[in-house]
């Protein structure tokens, strides 16, 4: 999901699409979340159990009820909207600063370690939410 946010401050005219990379993004935040709630233990719907064996398995679709099974899937959808809407400030509030880098290194095709200092320092980065 970050990096779908952090293609949208560039729209429109400079990405007209999102990437194969925020699609596996995507992907990753998803595995993730319903790692931390079917393997981990994590969630409110199922504390403290794992179905990480079952799961890795393919054989989930008979180890929890369907009730069960949509009450985990609110859980991810939950935790990816949330991560999504806190991606979404953080890029916003360093919108400037990437456009600047991704302009530059457009541009220039690389960076040194000094140069980056240096646009962060004039326009960013604010990371708190």
């Known amino acids: 999901s970050s990096g779908i946010n952090a293609e949208w401050p560039l729209r429109p005219g400079f990405l007209d699409k999102h990437t194969t990379q925020a699609q596996s993004d995507l992907e990753r935040i998803t595995n993730v979340a ?3 709630i079917a393997d ?3 969630g409110k719907s199922a504390p403290n159990l794992s179905f ?21 899937d609110e859980e ?15 890029i916003e509030k ?9 302009t530059d290194l457009y541009e220039r095709k ?9 646009l962060i320092e004039k326009y960013g980065p604010v990371l708190e939410t």
């Open 34 to 36: 319903y790692s931390m």
């Open 40 to 42: 981990h233990g994590m």
């Open 52 to 72: 990480h064996e079952q799961r890795s398995q393919q054989r989930s679709l008979n180890i929890w009820s369907n009730k069960l099974q949509q009450e985990m």
């Open 76 to 90: 991810v959808n939950s935790i990816v909207q949330e991560q999504y809407e806190r991606a979404s400030q953080i």
């Open 94 to 102: 360093n919108k400037e600063l990437i456009k600047k880098l991704s």
């Open 110 to 118: 690389s960076l040194t370690e000094d140069e980056v200092t240096v």
